[in-house]
Every structure is written in structure tokens, then in C-alpha cells.
């Protein structure tokens, strides 16, 4: 009688995940938002519907935005993948993070790790993109609660500090361009690198 129980059949794949070599053996059906969170353990990249409609799992594959939901990880073997925890250099945020923190550009988080991803592709493309433009290059990526207008700010605000860090000095920031505000009138705490934000969740920020 044939054996029923034997184990699916893995192949080996050799990434280039966030700067460093990964590999490992996996199902030929592992989609590659699995293989990123389970064996790697990079939970940042999220699972909202696994049927390529939400954009909750955008990741970048050899520079291009890719919902990883709709990608095997055998197709990705050989490639570099950054992933939302690889977008941070030296400590310091990309400005698309920033600008969500800036702008508020969230509120439970969970379309967020996407959404900064196809952001920062989208400015890759286009670094001066209208609001139009911001709104359509967003379109597979869905949010249950901001609205999108506040996403929209963020990655305006993104594109004036990207514009500027590139020498353009006079860059704009949106014309209405404003920090929230917390219900006792302060702003938040502005954390400029991911050490400083770490401080402010463990209670140390110099504005306290
Ligand atoms: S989980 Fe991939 S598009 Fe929703
Ligand atoms: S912030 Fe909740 S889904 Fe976008």
C-alpha cells in the first residue's frame, strides 16, 4: 500500500533578506509572506487576505513591489527582499516611515508595513507625486480606518523630506501640513531613530 503520511517533497531556496543570505528548504506551495514570517520570523509583513486584495503583505522583490501573498517562495529564490524591518538604516527611519509618524497616518497599524512599502516604491517612481497620483498608486493597498487621507499626508510629507535630503531645499511640505495633536494639547513625542522611539516606549522620552 502506498504511504499516505509521507511528507511533502522541499526544495532549497538561497534569499538575500534585508541585506543578509537566508536559505533554507521549503514546500514547493509555501507562498513567500509565509516563508517570510514563519521561518524567518519577520512578522512585520502582515497576512490580511492572501488573496492579493488587501496589500497588507507588500514587500519589495529585486526593487519592485510585490504582494507576497502571490508569490511563492521558490519563485523568489535568488533574489533581495526588503521587508518593512529592513527599511530603517543605521537607525535612522526611511522618510516614508517618518512621515507616517508625522502625518498619523495610522491607527490599528495593520495595513501599515504594506502601505509604507508600496509608498516608498510609489516615490521611487514618481518622487513629486499629486495627490491623485498618491491616491491611484495606492489603490491595491486597502485601510479599514484612517480614511487614506491622513496615508495621503504621509507620503506627501515623505516626498517634501526626501526632496529635501536630496539637496532641494525648498521642497515642500503639504500646505496643511500639521502634527496631531494629543487631546491635553502636546504633540507627540518626534522620534528620530528607532533607538529614540524605543526610549519613548519604555517611558524615557526627554519630553517627559
Ligand atoms: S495578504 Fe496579500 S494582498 Fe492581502
Ligand atoms: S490603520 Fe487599521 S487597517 Fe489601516
Not at 37 to 57: E, P
Amino acid at each position: 500500500m502506498a504511504d499516505t503520511m509521507t511528507a511533502p517533497a522541499t526544495m532549497a531556496i538561497q534569499v538575500t533578506v534585508n541585506g543578509s543570505n537566508r536559505g533554507g528548504n521549503v514546500e514547493p506551495r509555501t507562498l513567500l509572506v509565509h516563508y517570510l514570517r514563519d521561518h524567518l520570523n519577520l512578522t512585520g509583513t502582515h497576512v490580511g487576505c492572501d488573496t492579493s486584495q488587501c496589500g497588507a503583505c507588500v514587500v519589495h522583490l529585486d526593487g519592485e513591489s510585490v504582494k507576497s501573498c502571490t508569490v511563492l517562495a521558490v519563485q523568489a529564490n535568488g533574489s533581495e527582499i526588503t521587508t518593512i524591518e529592513g527599511l530603517a538604516k543605521d537607525g535612522d527611519y526611511h522618510p516614508v516611515q517618518q512621515g507616517f509618524w508625522e502625518m498619523h497616518g495610522l491607527q490599528c497599524g495593520y495595513c501599515t508595513p504594506g502601505m509604507i512599502m508600496a509608498s516608498v516604491s510609489l516615490l521611487q517612481r514618481n518622487p513629486n507625486p499629486t495627490e491623485d497620483e498618491i491616491r491611484h498608486g495606492l489603490e491595491g493597498n486597502l485601510c479599514r480606518c484612517t480614511g487614506y487621507q491622513n496615508i495621503v499626508k504621509a507620503v506627501q510629507y515623505a516626498a517634501g523630506q526626501i526632496g529635501r535630503d536630496a539637496g532641494a531645499a525648498d521642497a515642500p511640505l503639504p500646505h496643511d501640513a500639521h502634527r496631531p495633536i494629543h487631546h491635553d494639547g502636546t504633540t507627540p513625542h518626534d522620534p528620530a531613530s528607532v533607538d529614540d522611539w524605543e526610549d519613548e516606549l519604555a517611558g524615557e522620552s526627554d519630553e517627559s
